[in-house]
């Protein structure tokens, strides 16, 4: 969670203090990258019972206000962070589908100078880059290949 109190955050943002919001904040706080259902589960753990609609209605909030940021890597769920304002990117690995943050080139930001604008004012890139996380690539079997789409398949032998 940012260094900032939570409650804070919120009134900052114009939002009512409300236990739901503090604790789809401590998920993404503790999980960065979670999809609505890890962050129900979490948020459940803390509260007992809330329902996934009441998650969504959070993000939502969260999102419109800027103290969260959506992001959705192409065949994955909704995913949500913490981390706002600063167009980072991100990596994800292809078998697991694991998340992590990548920092747009240091000292400066070329993915928001485009080729072509079309009298738009660019204020923010998504970039994802795909590839096969650690974790991953240690388990993966030599004989295991990446279809162009990225799925794991069995090599020829």
Do not use: K
């Not at 706080?29 to 996934?52: C, F, K, M, W, Y």
């Not at 279809?147 to 020829?156: A, V």
């Amino acid at each position: 969670m940012p260094t900032a109190d939570p409650l804070d955050l919120l009134r900052g943002a114009g939002l009512r203090v409300t236990q739901p919001r503090l604790a789809v904040l401590a998920a993404l706080a503790d999980a960065p990258h979670a999809d609505v259902e890890a962050i129900a589960t979490a948020t459940r753990t803390v509260l007992g019972t809330v329902s996934t609609q009441a998650v969504y209605d959070v993000l939502r909030a969260l999102t419109e206000a800027g103290l969260a940021r959506r992001i959705e890597p192409a065949g994955s769920p909704a995913r949500f962070e913490l981390r706002v304002g600063d167009n980072h990117h991100h990596v994800v690995c292809r078998l697991c589908g694991s998340i992590a943050d990548v920092d747009c080139a240091v000292g400066e930001r070329p993915c928001l100078t485009a080729s072509e604008a079309h009298g738009f004012v660019i204020d923010e890139a998504e970039v994802t880059y795909w590839g096969i996380c650690p974790d991953c690539s240690t388990r993966t079997s030599p004989t295991t290949t990446l279809s162009p789409l990225g799925t794991p398949s069995e090599g020829t032998r």
